[in-house]
């Protein structure tokens, strides 16, 4: 799948997003009980620029609907790393492209912790996800009234299922960095709604052990319900470590993580570990409850990059083009439903 520059696609998807807004999204949460009636969706086809109300405000979410869909469709968040924002996101995964073809629904959504201007300036401006207990990349907390992101992702999810006529059963998450452990966060808090992840360079299981970094904070990530995890992590990563590190923002490794949802996820055979490509190996967990399945590749000499984006290497490291994340995720979430 080809894919445009990050900055090139951001630019092109804010001019789409300021044209072309829905006023209808603002409807109320869904009600579980409407998978089973009918409904019209109010959302056409196309990228718009979608109002969610949230906390007294309204904030525009970036939203890609596919020409063709299901009268129930897929959403697939898909979340900013730090210092970026959704409409870039959207050029870095470039999930669209495998939307359209495939019939499901992208929410783009932008973070709400500023943070300092990148050199040179990213349109829209570079923001930071509030991941419960968790600094952000400038090494601190969010301040005390700060956006409550688990909370205003899970306002996208309702109003853009009742607005989008989504199937309640198959709301997915992806993030890439900072979006990726913000994806694992709605994976602990929101497991009710989200039937699987797949962050790329992010995954997390909980936030670290402030007085053991090396290890998740059991009690911050109790999903009451089994969430599938699919991830992907170069161990070339500088950013955030393949190994770990003890910065509180990041701290134990990418093997702890996917061990740690293996357990959540009470997954009775694992790891089973195969080789992919010359670079590339995939670790699974299987017979897990629920059907939620872990896996995990890990990329060998790969760097903070999302597996198969189409741009030059840069500070970040090598991008792999021997998988594509985003083709990839799609699988595994279309063979991972929520089981009601």
Not at 115 to 128: K, Q, R, T, V
Not at 175 to 192: F, I, K, Q, V
Not at 282 to 308: K, M, N, S
Request: charged share 15%.
């Amino acid at each position: 799948m080809s894919r445009r520059t990050p900055l090139a696609l951001a630019a092109a998807a804010v001019g789409l997003v300021a044209v072309s807004t829905v006023s209808s999204a603002g409807a109320a949460p869904a009600d579980p009980a409407a998978r089973t009636v009918g409904c019209t969706s109010t959302v056409p086809p196309g990228t718009h620029s979608v109002p969610i109300r949230f906390a007294g405000g309204t904030t525009e979410v970036q939203v890609f609907v596919p020409s063709h869909r299901p009268a129930r469709v897929p959403l697939v968040l898909d979340l900013h790393g730090s210092g970026s924002n959704g409409p870039a996101q959207s050029g870095i995964s470039d999930l669209a492209s495998v939307a359209e073809r495939e019939g499901f629904l992208v929410a783009n959504p932008t973070a709400a912790v500023e943070l300092p201007p990148s050199d040179p300036p990213l349109p829209g401006g570079g923001w930071a996800w509030n991941v419960p207990g968790v600094p952000t990349t400038a090494g601190q907390l969010p301040p005390p009234d700060a956006r409550d992101d688990v909370a205003f992702l899970a306002a996208v999810v309702d109003q853009l299922g009742a607005a989008a006529c989504v199937d309640t059963r198959r709301t997915y998450a992806t993030g890439y960095s900072g979006g990726g452990r913000m994806a694992s966060a709605l994976a602990c808090e929101l497991s009710d709604r989200i039937a699987a992840i797949a962050p790329v360079a992010g995954l997390r299981a909980g936030r670290p052990a402030p007085d053991e970094p090396s290890v998740p904070e059991v009690q911050s990530c109790t999903p009451r319900e089994p969430v599938a995890v699919l991830t992907f992590h170069g161990d070339a990563d500088g950013v955030n470590p393949y190994g770990g590190s003890d910065d509180l923002r990041w701290g134990y490794s990418a093997p702890v993580a996917v061990q740690t949802w293996a357990r959540l996820n009470d997954c009775r055979t694992g790891p089973v570990r195969t080789a992919l490509t010359e670079h590339v190996s995939l670790t699974t967990y299987a017979r897990c409850a629920g059907g939620a399945d872990v896996e995990f590749q890990r990329i060998t000499g790969g760097g903070h990059t999302w597996p198969g984006a189409d741009e030059p290497e840069g500070p970040l490291g090598p991008i792999t083009q021997e998988v594509d994340a985003s083709e990839t995720m799609w699988q595994f979430f279309e063979a991972h439903p929520k089981h009601v």
